[in-house]
């Protein structure tokens, strides 16, 4: 969190030895989802924590493999869930899941941070970028192409391109992301409860996925 100067303000962590990676982690969060990866300091990341700088080279021997170890233990986790639904006896269902799993992900105080390092920042750092796809992005869309493909093969969903839908489903629920950042003060966007934002979303992608209708050439409301 920071203060009206911008300064993020230290967290008060006891300093236990077992604890010290986690408040690292937990730091480092909140100083590369503010700052980016760039601008984000070990100085600042310690002071956060509550430890010295050189605790951290104790734990991660680079800014590069703290945010890697970040990822890890902060990101992947909360996307593990994600494919359960992948055996729902029903694609319909199962995309349901992935997409509530995924919409309380996406919800989080710091989802919007991790969006821009994506989008905007981890391209120029190469390896770090490749390391995201793999943990992150790959693990997620491979999840979803499934449920897609198996809808398909059941008839539940009409014949398409699950990598093309996998990346316009991915890419409603990050622009809302960004244009609820952009727009967080806005009467209309406070009004509308966050459940019925995702039911919105759950219903305008089941209705392009329906099969279409071979008598009318259109798709079943």
Known sequence: MTDEAGTLEPTKFRRIPEERPGQILDAAVT?????GIAAAKLEEIATLAGV????IYLYFPSKEELFREVVRQKV???LAHADEGVTAESATVALQGYLAHYWR?????????WVRLALLELHKFPDLAQFYRDEVINQSNAALIGIIERGIAAGEFRPTDADA????IKGILITHVIWCGAHSHSPAMR??????????????????????????????A
């Open 165 to 168: 839908a996998v990346m316009m």
């Open 105 to 113: 992900y996406m919800d989080r105080d710091d989802a919007e941070g």
């Open 191 to 220: 009004a509308k409860p966050r459940e019925q934002i995702l039911h919105d979303i759950m219903d305008f992608v089941l209705h392009a996925l329906r099969p279409v209708s071979p008598a009318a050439g259109t798709i079943p």
């Open 52 to 55: 010295s700088k050189g605790t």
């Open 31 to 35: 100083v590369f989802t503010d700052r």
């Open 76 to 78: 992947v986790p909360l």
